[in-house]
T-cell receptor, first 117, second 112 residues
Framework: GAVVSQHPSRVICKSGTSVKIECRSLDFQATTMFWYRQFPKQSLMLMATSNEGSKATYEQGVEKDKFLINHASLTLSTLTVTSAHPEDSSFYIC?????????????FGPGTRLTVT | SQQGEEDPQALSIQEGENATMNCSYKTSINNLQWYRQNSGRGLVHLILIRSNEREKHSGRLRVTLDTSKKSSSLLITASRAADTASYFCATGRNNAGNMLTFGGGTRLMVKP
């Protein structure tokens, strides 16, 4: 099946620094990728929809200047958490849809655990 | 805001028993999907049911969808300890590339 990878799997950074998380579709093209955030024992909350070659669409309450999304190719989307604060510590998960398959199924990455100290 | 609500939030059963999880949603949907997540890991897609389908099977999984009640259920038969995980329903709408909205999840524990 289709595989989505994320890098890094874990990252610890200091407050005020920026962190970039990569999401790659390994064996399919994805014009649309999604970024989610998940706090402990909670569900996934959609942060933004990443569209290849255009600006991302952010969900209400998500600061676009803080969470920078770049979807520069059909297989790569990046999420940069700028000026990170401890409250940004969370599990970030991306997903991608194989837009050539004609199905609705989305494939999820393994997630990135961000800890801001 | 989350569209789906899942019930129960937590479920503990013995190995061999069946586990039933329910999901309700609020708006019209194109499809509904069930995912599994082991602690601290990514999501694994289990099954997708389209809005014009009422029931779907996959191995020990059975999913039903009642669009009139805006609800779905996931049944895991003959549960195993390895089924211990969190299970999420997610509703998809035919816009923005099928953006998914997740329910709160059910934490299932299967005791050996």
């Amino acid at each position: 099946g289709a595989v989505v990878s994320q890098h890094p799997s874990r990252v610890i950074c200091k407050s005020g620094t920026s962190v970039k998380i990569e999401c790659r579709s390994l064996d399919f093209q994805a014009t649309t990728m999604f970024w989610y955030r998940q706090f402990p024992k909670q569900s996934l909350m959609l942060m933004a929809t990443s569209n290849e070659g255009s600006k991302a669409t952010y969900e209400q309450g998500v600061e676009k200047d803080k969470f920078l999304i770049n979807h520069a190719s059909l297989t790569l989307s990046t999420l940069t958490v700028t000026s990170a604060h401890p409250e940004d510590s969370s599990f970030y998960i991306c997903s991608a849809r194989d837009t050539t398959s004609g199905t609705y199924e989305q494939y999820f990455g393994p997630g990135t655990r961000l800890t801001v100290t | 805001s989350q569209q789906g609500e899942e019930d129960p939030q937590a479920l503990s059963i013995q190995e061999g028993e069946n586990a039933t999880m329910n999901c309700s949603y609020k708006t019209s949907i194109n499809n509904l999907q069930w995912y599994r997540q082991n602690s601290g890991r990514g999501l694994v897609h289990l099954i997708l049911i389209r809005s014009n389908e009422r029931e779907k099977h996959s191995g020990r999984l059975r999913v039903t969808l009642d669009t009139s009640k805006k609800s779905s259920s996931l049944l895991i038969t003959a549960s195993r300890a390895a089924d211990t995980a969190s299970y999420f329903c997610a509703t998809g709408r035919n816009n923005a590339g099928n953006m998914l909205t997740f329910g709160g999840g059910t934490r299932l524990m299967v005791k050996p």
